[in-house]
């Protein structure tokens, strides 16, 4: 799955502000929030932030100018993998608009797909220093994303469409 990268960062740190089912790192200890979330996280990708602060908001995060998720590095590790066997990739945003091709994609049965929870968390939201600072770090890597099909398969480094959409 891939989607506008500002989104994600923005959201990523939204998580740590609420609790809902829709992950599960985010757990309040006496109605707190977990400051723990963020390196939690970096730590389940096997990201490399070492010089992260768990106290980071996303104003403190976004002023490092740093992508310290590497999320560009992430996407590409997939991206151009040279594996022998099909990756998907769905984008975010437009998920619920592909449900039936993804379902052939995946040859699953998805009658019972969740419903479309509008996101909350947006880069566009964000006060103007932190909107251009989000920009800075993943404006041209979202620019490269939004050339993207909206759903696609990559094998052996090559991208191929799905066929019956």
Known sequence: MFGDPRD??????????????????????????????????????????????????????????????????????????????NIVFVRYENIWDNVKALGKTLQLNIDHFPDKIERRSKWRNLDSTDKTRCNEIYGSFSERMNKLPDIFTVRLGSIMPCSYL
């Open 8 to 85: 994600a960062v923005v959201s990523f740190f939204d998580r740590r502000k609420s609790k809902h089912d829709r992950h599960g790192f985010n757990t309040k200890i006496i109605d707190k929030p977990n400051i723990h979330w963020v390196l939690q996280h970096c730590d389940n990708i096997e990201s490399q932030a070492f010089d992260m602060d768990e106290t980071w908001d996303l104003h403190k995060f976004l002023g490092n100018g740093l992508d310290y998720f590497k999320l560009e590095e992430h996407f590409d590790n997939w991206f151009y993998s040279n594996m022998d066997y």
